[in-house]
C-alpha cells in the first residue's frame, strides 16, 4: 500500500552479459533486477519495494544458451527462493538433472547450478528473493495481503483513482520525429 512508482526501463540501460564455454558456444544473461557479479547494474527497483532492500536478494534474470551451451549460474545468498523457468527450448540440464521444456525447477539459492542447453537454444527466467512472509490474495492482475484489498483495489480501478491516462484518446499517436519519451506522473518528460 506504498505510493506507486513509475520510471522506464530503456533498452540501452538494461545490462547483457555475454559469455563463452569451452567450445566456444555462447549465454547471454540480461538482469532486469538483481546484479551478476562483476556485471553492470540494472537500473534502480521502486524506492519503497521490497527489490529496493538489497538483503532481500531480489533478482530476475533471462538466461539465453545456444545449442549445447553451458554455463554455471553463480552462488547468491542462503535462504532466498530461486526458481528457474525453462520457457524455451525442448530440454535443458539443470545441476545435471534433464529438465523438460515449459517447467519449473526449484533451486538453492547458495550452491552455484550448471546449466547447459539441450539441442536447440534455449532459453531461462531466473526469479530469485527472500520470501516476503506475508500472506498473499490475487485476482487478475491484483496482488494484496487480504482479499478484501482486492475488491478495494478494484474499486479504486473502476472509479479511475488507479492511476490516469493523460490523453484524449486510448490510442495516442506521436509524430516519428518526437522520438523515444515518458511522461511521467508529476508531468516531468523524460526523452530518449
Do not use: C
Request: proline share 9%; hydrophobic share 40%.
Amino acid at each position: 500500500m506504498v505510493d506507486p512508482h513509475f520510471a522506464m526501463l530503456w533498452h540501452e540501460a538494461i545490462p547483457r552479459h555475454a559469455f563463452a564455454d569451452a567450445a566456444g558456444r555462447a549465454t547471454q544473461v540480461v538482469t532486469y533486477a538483481g546484479t551478476l557479479e562483476g556485471g553492470t547494474s540494472p537500473p534502480p527497483p521502486p524506492p519503497h519495494s521490497w527489490a529496493a532492500a538489497p538483503e532481500n536478494g531480489v533478482a530476475v534474470w533471462t538466461i539465453k544458451l545456444d545449442a549445447k551451451a553451458q554455463w554455471e549460474l553463480p552462488a547468491a545468498a542462503k535462504d532466498l527462493t530461486r526458481t528457474l523457468y525453462l520457457h524455451r527450448g525442448v530440454w535443458a540440464l539443470i545441476g545435471g538433472q534433464r529438465v523438460p521444456g515449459d517447467s519449473a525447477v526449484r533451486v538453492r539459492s547458495d550452491a552455484a547450478i550448471s546449466l547447459e542447453a539441450g539441442d536447440e537454444e534455449t532459453e531461462l527466467l531466473l526469479l530469485q528473493g527472500r520470501p516476503i512472509g506475508e500472506p498473499v490474495a490475487q485476482m487478475g492482475p491484483f496482488v494484496m495481503n487480504e482479499h478484501h484489498q482486492i475488491g478495494e483495489a478494484i474499486m479504486d480501478y473502476r472509479r479511475g483513482t488507479f492511476g490516469s491516462w493523460p490523453w484524449p484518446s486510448q490510442d495516442p499517436v506521436h509524430a516519428r520525429e518526437r522520438g523515444r519519451f515518458a511522461v511521467h506522473a508529476d508531468g516531468r518528460e523524460e526523452l530518449k
